[in-house]
């Protein structure tokens, strides 16, 4: 990937070019390739750093030398940067304090993962009508909806016996933002 993150493996792709004469003769370059971590005595061999030594903040020089029968060349390195893995929600729940309209409706994120092991936080929406295509987004904005509460454009927004509601959650590692879920 251009912008590895967290649990990523990282792949080097050799760009190179060789004379067709010396390469139907045999001399092919072979490459040796050392991953370095910045800051740090952990090394790894061969063209593939593996998902398991990638963390955020992680800066990594991998050195590659070409070499044939004449000799090596120079080497040649390129810096990888490991990024912060965005948290998912795998799930979203709701439930429902009761049976009547004056119930409160809860909303549950589940299946919470977070590669970089940073403590995540949420940012809810809800939503209330009618029906599912006529759901319209209320300020409300935290964990649990109290009908008594419920309010669109600033002004009390009353739910009916009927209405549909919903929420959605986004998930937030202090920093980025996962992808929105829905209940």
Not at 15 to 33: C, I, M, R, W, Y
Not at 98 to 121: L, N, R
Request: charge should be negative; charged fraction near 20%.
């Amino acid at each position: 990937p251009s912008e590895p993150r967290t649990g990523d493996s990282v792949q080097l792709t050799i760009l190179e070019v060789f004379d067709k004469e010396l390469a139907a003769q045999g001399n092919v370059p072979v490459h040796s390739t050392v991953w370095r971590k910045l800051n740090s005595e952990t090394v790894v061999e061969g063209d593939m750093l593996p998902s398991s030594a990638t963390e955020r903040g992680d800066v990594w020089v991998v050195e590659v030398v070409a070499s044939d029968p004449y000799g090596a060349s120079v080497p040649a390195s390129e810096t990888v940067s490991i990024y912060n893995t965005p948290p998912s929600v795998g799930d979203v729940g709701l439930e429902r304090d009761g049976t009547g309209v004056e119930s409160s409706h809860t909303c549950i994120p589940q299946a919470i993962q977070d590669a970089d092991g940073d403590a995540v936080t949420f940012k809810y929406k809800w939503y209330a009508g009618p029906g599912t295509d006529s759901l319209q987004q209320l300020d409300n904005d935290g964990a649990t909806l109290i009908p008594s509460a419920a309010m669109l454009g600033g002004k009390e927004k009353r739910l009916w016996k009927d209405d549909v509601v919903q929420c959605t959650v986004t998930p937030f590692d202090g920093f980025a933002n996962g992808d929105e879920m829905q209940s």
